[in-house]
């Protein structure tokens, strides 16, 4: 009964997104459009912030279904882009605000889920230290999430797939190779000699 709850005024508050800007809706409002009162739109949330972190974090899940392989990042991405495309009000009301963190968090964190899937499966056979998987991961997000954020500034025009295929390009191999070369490095360090 609690999901059915928070996707009815997640519901409600897509729905007046739709007709006004983010910071001009109350919780008030979006309880009432639910038809349920303020205590229980708070005893699911803490307030709207919370409820659009809730959308983000529930959405991305679906919209990636598990796309965190190596032969499978590239649909992942595809992914995130097509749910801002269905999603486009509510992203680009919340890219437009003061809540804009939620979306930027929340193309971080599925980003960089993504990413490490795809870095732990590809260091299989390579002997590298976590942190230097992580730095490579958390690399490759950053670049990914700018050009999102620059595509959802931009109106959103572009087509994902064309942004997709040229990313495919720009780094087929390249995580491979990083991860050989954070190998190589980690072995020319030598252990601190104690005295």
Request: net charge negative; aromatic share 12%.
């Amino acid at each position: 009964m609690s999901q059915i709850t928070k996707k009815a005024l997640a519901a409600s508050f897509k729905k007046l997104l739709s007709e006004r800007p983010l910071d001009a809706i109350t919780v008030v409002e979006i309880a009432e459009d639910c038809e349920v009162n303020r205590q229980t739109f708070y005893y699911h949330f803490r307030d709207i912030y919370d409820l659009i972190n809730w959308i983000y974090t529930t959405e991305a899940t679906k919209a990636l279904a598990g796309k965190k392989t190596y032969d499978s990042w590239q649909e992942g991405f595809t992914h995130i882009f097509e749910y801002a495309l269905e999603n486009r009000v509510f992203v680009l009301k919340t890219y437009h605000s003061r809540s804009r963190e939620h979306l930027i968090r929340y193309l971080h964190e599925v980003t960089y889920g993504l990413l490490i899937g795809v870095v732990e499966e590809k260091s299989q056979e390579i002997r590298v230290r976590d942190e230097d998987k992580a730095f490579i991961a958390d690399f490759y997000k950053h670049a990914f999430v700018g050009l999102v954020l620059d595509w959802i500034e931009s109106g959103m025009m572009e087509q994902p797939r064309l942004i997709v295929d040229r990313l495919s390009t720009l780094i087929q191999g390249d995580i491979t190779t990083a991860l050989e070369r954070f190998a190589e490095k980690n072995r020319g360090i030598k252990a601190p000699v104690n005295f």
